[in-house]
Each structure stands twice: as structure tokens, then as C-alpha cells.
């Protein structure tokens, strides 16, 4: 059964926002009510942009760049 609703929520959710893009909606929304603290939010803030630029660097890197 939970390997059903996770397969359906990785199903959907990759369609429509990616994982690094909601788990910083999930830091943000956490620190916003106080669950998590600043310092938290930065270090995941750092590595959601952090890991999206070598995402871009490595497809710019394999198709050339985009014009």
C-alpha cells in the first residue's frame, strides 16, 4: 500500500515540480511556522541552487549552448 502512494506521488510530482524544487518549498514552508531554523533554510536554499547550477552547467556542457 505505501509503495503504491509512493510510486503515484513520484509519478506526479516529477511531472509537475521537481524534487529539489519541493523539498525547498518544504524548507521554506517549515521555516516559515518555525520548524526549521534560518541556518537550516540557507544550507538548503544553498544546495537547491548549488545542485540546479551543475544540472545546467553538465546539460550546457553535453548539447552546447542554448541559443
Known amino acids: 500500500m505505501v509503495t503504491a502512494i509512493k510510486a503515484f ?4 510530482t516529477e511531472r509537475f515540480i521537481s524534487r529539489k524544487f519541493l523539498a525547498w518549498i518544504t524548507a521554506t514552508s517549515l521555516c516559515t511556522i518555525g520548524m526549521v531554523t ?9 544546495a537547491y541552487i548549488g545542485s540546479q547550477a551543475l544540472v545546467d552547467l553538465a546539460v550546457q556542457w553535453k548539447h552546447g549552448p542554448q541559443q
Do not use: Q
Request: charged letters at 25%; hydrophobic letters at 45%; glycine letters at 0%.
Open 38 to 46: 534560518s541556518s537550516d533554510w540557507v544550507a538548503v536554499t544553498l
Open 9 to 12: 506521488a513520484d509519478k506526479y
